[in-house]
Nanobody, 118 residues
Framework: QVQLVESGGGLVQAGGSLRLSCAASGRTFSSYRMGWFRQAPGKEREFVTSITSGGMTYYVGSVQGRVTISRDNAKNTVYLRMNRLRPDDTAVYYC????????????WGQGTQVTVSS
């Protein structure tokens, strides 16, 4: 069982930056693919970015160049650095983990709110 706890959300002006953190429990963090998803009001949850156990990263097109995912396996933590934030980045951001034997993300955090004002 893996527990994920996000932090770092808040209110920021358009053009600003935030760094979200996701702390994971468990001894096998390094083997998990980690991802960030977001859900805006009235919309479905969408994929934002992920990082594999080997450090390969993937981004959705709308955040490419503005967002960086990273992980620190020694701290069991994954980060989401967001720059040049826009009002349409406003959403609840969720951290997720996918174990090596899973086909989908099987662990989710509770989410952290990011609000970008214009």
């Amino acid at each position: 069982q893996v527990q994920l706890v996000e932090s770092g959300g808040g209110l920021v002006q358009a053009g600003g930056s935030l760094r979200l953190s996701c702390a994971a429990s468990g001894r096998t963090f390094s083997s998990y693919r980690m991802g960030w998803f977001r859900q805006a009001p009235g919309k479905e949850r969408e994929f934002v970015t992920s990082i594999t156990s080997g450090g390969m990263t993937y981004y959705v097109g709308s955040v490419q160049g503005r967002v960086t995912i990273s992980r620190d396996n020694a701290k069991n933590t994954v980060y989401l650095r967001m720059n040049r934030l826009r009002p349409d980045d406003t959403a609840v951001y969720y951290c997720a983990a996918r174990s090596s034997d899973a086909r989908e993300y099987n662990y989710w955090g509770q989410g952290t709110q990011v609000t970008v004002s214009s």
